[in-house]
């Protein structure tokens, strides 16, 4: 079956350090892979995508490129934030019987301190 | 704000009750899933309805069910509740575009058992 796995948290930075969470995955078939971010006290939001090997996806200064080779989807920012401090989740979906399936991984709590 | 509106925001009620916790998706959009987020077990998919009809079952309970409505409207039901049911619910509708979805989750419905 499918299968996501995150470093596990919480992850401690200074404000203006640079960030990477890492992300492996397992998967049959050709995979879409996804950054969403949990603020405190909120809903999931996607915060970027990719659907094909060697995409990059960014959005709010985070990036992460979908490497086929390697199963890995890390995510990455140059600077981050307090405002950054949240939850990150790795998710994939495959087609399955005609339907996409998502699998999510555990979750990486990012604490950025000023 | 992703577009997805979940009622109520929170909920308490007491074991052995039933609840009925509401989603409407983004216009639109005709799939709709339900997620549970305990602190203990993570983001679980627990079910997909796709235009009314049941698409995908994941770690949902018997004491649970669910249903899309013909105006994609979709209703969670959670009967003979149990502590351990304490959790953040979420429903996400997608989007399917170049066969490559995208969901987009509603802000959760907290949900107290005492």
């Known amino acids: 079956g499918n299968s996501v796995t995150q470093m596990e948290g919480p992850v401690t930075l200074s404000e203006e350090a640079f960030l990477t969470i890492n992300c492996t995955y397992t998967?049959?078939?050709?995979?879409?892979l996804f950054w969403y971010v949990q603020y405190p006290g909120e809903g999931l939001q996607l915060l970027l995508k990719a659907t094909k090997a060697d995409d990059k996806g960014s959005n709010k200064g985070f990036e992460a490129t979908y490497r086929k080779e390697t199963t890995s989807f890390h995510l990455e920012k140059g600077s981050v934030q307090v405002s950054d401090s949240a939850v990150y989740f790795c998710?994939?979906?495959?087609?399955?019987?005609?339907?996409?399936?998502?699998?999510f991984g555990t979750g990486t709590k990012l604490q950025v301190i000023p | 704000d992703s577009g997805v509106t979940q009622t109520p925001k929170h909920l308490i009620t007491a074991t052995g009750q039933r609840v009925t916790l509401r989603c409407s998706p983004r216009?639109?959009?005709?799939?709709v899933y339900w997620y549970q987020q305990s602190l203990d077990q993570g983001l679980q998919f627990l079910i997909q309805y796709y235009n009314g009809e049941e698409r995908a079952k994941g770690n949902i309970l018997e004491r649970f069910s669910a249903q899309q409505f013909p105006d994609l409207h979709s209703e969670l039901n959670l009967s003979s509740l149990e502590l351990g049911d304490s959790a953040l619910y979420f429903c996400?509708?997608?989007?399917?575009?170049?066969?490559?979805?995208?969901?987009?989750f509603g802000p959760g419905t907290r949900l107290l058992v005492l």
């Open positions: 216009s639109g959009d005709l799939s």
């Open positions: 996400a509708s997608s989007v399917t575009r170049d066969a490559q979805e995208t969901q987009y």
């Open positions: 998967a049959t078939g050709y995979p879409s």
């Open positions: 998710a994939l979906t495959t087609a399955s019987g005609g339907y996409q399936k998502v699998t």
